[in-house]
């Protein structure tokens, strides 16, 4: 892998430029776009040179060259230009018929078309020549959102070394859910050709690992995933909203006198105010329901409040969403004729976008905001009235359901599907006394005004580059012809010296049953050379169970470490000798019935027993279905691992369980790092070997076997280079 170098250009990449182009008689007009990511992002400070790529609305042939000259030179934004039709399949088809209901969980409302799929694929091919065209091989690549979720692979097909760092908007599923979509496998892989892959929220990180650890069968540690020979990171960055455009927003002169205005027509009521775009995941019909249902049960308020009602237009073209329009429209009236009066209207119903002074206007004189989505990536309108209420007084109801709401945790808390509950938040909302109002908002307002939009994009940048230098640092390092003879010439010169081996996959090759890796002649020779050195400490370190390692050392002068450090026994007179406390086996007992269902069910799959340790080896079965099964089975008993203290570990055809407290880092720590030997060799060959691997002082020669991104200094490719290095250093 190429050095990596700090990037000196961000590229933005997103569905919508923060320009739209529009024909009008007098030419081209070039607007600020309305809403979204792009007009959010466009306020941010970055230091680097940025440039964005992105689709600026619909434009003629004939335009277009005059479209991109003014884009370029002008704004740095490179346009991606789409036909009608590509557009038509593309974004009203695939990205909100097929994917956004999935995505939201709401597969009733998923369509599936075999045609809209290979639309979005040409529409994130385009995006990929473009990005192509414009981009270094040193600059960072920032991907947004579900329209692109092909885009990283196609990237780095052709920026192999490339920082690409991916941040999906909107929330991410259960793996039962993302299932249903035949291409699942192709956006999972996708996805996972970024650096770095950002969520809103804990829960859409962990979802989005369970897929990966179902369909792909890639286990993580702490949301890094090893693959190949880069490290991919999949983090929480709950996104911000630039606080202080809207906390001064709300002090501003024409804002006052919208807000003044507001007040005349509607009175001294109460204002509770709602605003959505129209789609079938923000709850409106189900607002809609509440606000009937409070009319209902708290009749104390007629005439009193008043609801604002503000519905954004969008995607009406969809089928479904025309038929929400009608029944919100239906709701809305129905209220209206049940409850309004000659001198009282209770809901205000506004069906169009609203300018910027009015929409804080509005933050502004509403006792209440009523935020109540059944599903949202995060929801910033629930930020954005919180940062205008500079006198820390009005009250949010939120939903549970929205990413804000593992923010905004002093909010009044709801689940928009409990129709009397949220009636009633109302009710509290609108006798809240100032004092507790005040308390709960300022400590969101400061939570809001640390951690900003502008604080969000640092910080993924900044994560991308840490992750990105991490994975050069920890890229594939063959043990070179020079390297080694430093190795052998220390290994010389010490005289106390520490080899800690592990075993399957290290020192020989992995069999289709555990006891048919037995170790060959040659290898006894190796070891007993190596441990009838009296400079030398041999270590053999396994997950083999102890009865193995007895059986064909146990006659050596080695020290010999079973089922990764939970046995240990220091030479061949020693015995035995548990490093762990107590009876520690009391989930088998909840894990075992979980493996033996996957043994029925997989042909020549089978559980190995050990003292700490059940492992399902899958070597002998079909090598599809072990594959298949073994990653659901990670997947299964992963979600078990917090309750019973226990780790999963994916192995080669084996998927291992056992106690939390041992380790083969664990292990090291217990008996060797105090121990100042002045060298220390360390061989393994899979990701249980890096938590050694990971604890080794810096000036120890570690190695895993096999070319594979590792915590290790350096690696050789086979274990018949292992054992030529454990000749040459008999030999001295």
């Known amino acids: 892998m190429a050095p990596h170098q700090k990037s000196n250009r961000i590229v933005l990449v997103s569905n919508r430029l923060p320009i739209t182009i529009r024909k009008t008689d007098k030419g081209l007009d070039f607007r600020p776009s309305a809403g979204g990511l792009a007009t959010g992002l466009r306020s941010v400070k970055i230091d680097q040179e940025t440039l964005w790529v992105g689709w600026p609305g619909t434009v003629s042939k004939e335009d277009r060259k005059e479209a991109e000259a003014t884009l370029i030179q002008k704004h740095n934004h490179t346009p991606v230009f789409m036909s009608e039709r590509l557009v038509e399949k593309f974004y009203e088809g695939f990205c909100n018929r097929t994917i956004w209901p999935l995505l939201h969980s709401f597969p009733m409302y998923t369509k599936y078309s075999a045609s809209e799929w290979e639309a979005y694929k040409e529409a994130n091919l385009l995006f990929a020549e473009k990005v192509i065209k414009v981009a270094r091989h040193d600059d960072t690549i920032w991907v947004h959102d579900y329209h692109l979720m092909l885009l990283p692979k196609l990237l780095r097909e052709h920026f192999p070394h490339a920082s690409i760092g991916f941040f999906l908007h909107v929330p991410f599923p259960q793996y039962d859910i993302l299932r249903l979509l035949p291409q ?44 190949g020979d880069r490290v991919v990171q999949v983090d929480v960055f709950p996104m911000g909203i630039d606080f202080d455009r809207f906390s001064h927003a709300g002090q501003d002169a024409a804002v006052l006198e919208e807000v003044q205005q507001v007040h005349e027509r509607i009175g001294k009521r109460k204002i509770v105010f709602l605003v959505s775009r129209l789609d079938y995941t923000k709850g409106i019909p189900q607002s809609l329901d509440a606000i009937e249902e409070f009319f209902q049960h708290y009749p104390q308020w007629h005439e009193k409040v008043t609801f604002v009602l503000i519905v954004v237009p969008s995607r009406e073209r969809v089928e479904r969403y025309a038929t929400l329009k009608r029944q919100i429209d239906e709701q809305v009236g129905n209220i209206i004729s049940t409850y309004a009066t000659l001198d009282w209207v209770p809901i205000r119903y506004i069906y169009r976008n609203l300018d910027f002074t009015l929409l804080v206007a509005l933050y502004e004189a509403s006792d209440v905001a009523l935020i109540i989505p059944l599903r949202d990536g995060m929801n910033l309108i ?15 109801i939120l939903s549970e359901l929205a990413g804000a709401a593992k923010e905004l945790l002093e909010s009044v808390i709801v689940n928009p599907n409990n129709t009397e509950d949220v009636a009633a938040a109302i009710d509290r909302a609108l006798t809240m006394p100032i004092d507790e109002q005040r308390r709960r908002n300022e400590i969101m307002r400061q939570r809001l005004q640390s951690f900003n939009l502008e604080q969000w994009v640092h910080a993924f940048l900044h994560r991308l580059n840490d992750v990105v230098t991490q994975s050069h640092s920890l890229s594939v390092k063959i043990l070179s012809s020079t390297t080694k003879k430093e190795l052998l010439k220390e290994y010389a010169k010490a005289q106390r010296r520490l080899l800690i081996l592990d075993y399957d996959g290290t020192l020989v090759p992995f069999a289709n049953s555990p006891g048919a890796a037995k170790p060959d002649n040659e290898l006894y020779q190796i070891l007993k050379t190596l441990s009838d050195s009296p400079k030398n400490s041999v270590v053999i370190l396994s997950g083999r169970d102890r ?48 493996l033996q269902l ?46 019973f203290g226990i780790r999963v570990l994916p192995g080669s055809k084996t998927v291992e369980v056992r106690n939390a407290g041992i380790g083969k880092g664990i292990f090291y720590n217990q008996h060797f790092a105090k121990t100042n030997i002045p060298f220390v060799l360390v061989i393994g060959d899979d990701w249980t070997d890096e938590d050694l691997f990971g604890v080794l002082p ?16 350096f690696n050789v490719e086979s274990i018949s280079d292992v054992r030529t290095l454990l000749i040459d250093l008999e030999r001295k």
């Open 547 to 594: 009865q193995s390692l007895e059986t064909w050392f146990g006659s050596m002068n080695v020290t010999l470490a079973a089922e990764h450090g939970g046995w240990v026994k220091r030479n061949e007179k020693a015995e035995w000798h548990s490093t762990i406390a107590g009876s520690q086996d009391v989930w088998k007992e909840q894990v075992r019935p979980i």
């Open 184 to 227: 699942s496998k192709d956006v999972v892989e996708s996805l996972l050709s970024a650096d770095l892959i950002g969520f809103h929220t804990h829960d859409y990180v962990q979802a989005f690992l369970g897929s990966v650890r179902r369909i792909l069968g890639y286990d993580n540690a702490l949301g890094q995933i090893m693959l």
């Open 382 to 396: 629930a930020k954005e009235y919180l940062a205008v209420q500079n006198d820390c007084e009005g009250v949010l």
């Open 598 to 643: 996957y043994v029925d069910r997989i042909p020549g799959s089978f559980i190995e027993e050990k003292d700490f340790a059940l492992a399902w080896h899958y070597r002998q079965a079909d090598v599809e279905s072990g594959s298949v099964a073994s990653k659901e089975l990670l997947d299964t008993v992963s979600n078990l691992a917090a309750n």
């Open 698 to 713: 810096p000036e120890a020669y570690s190695i895993r076997v096999g070319k594979s991104v590792s915590k290790a200094r």
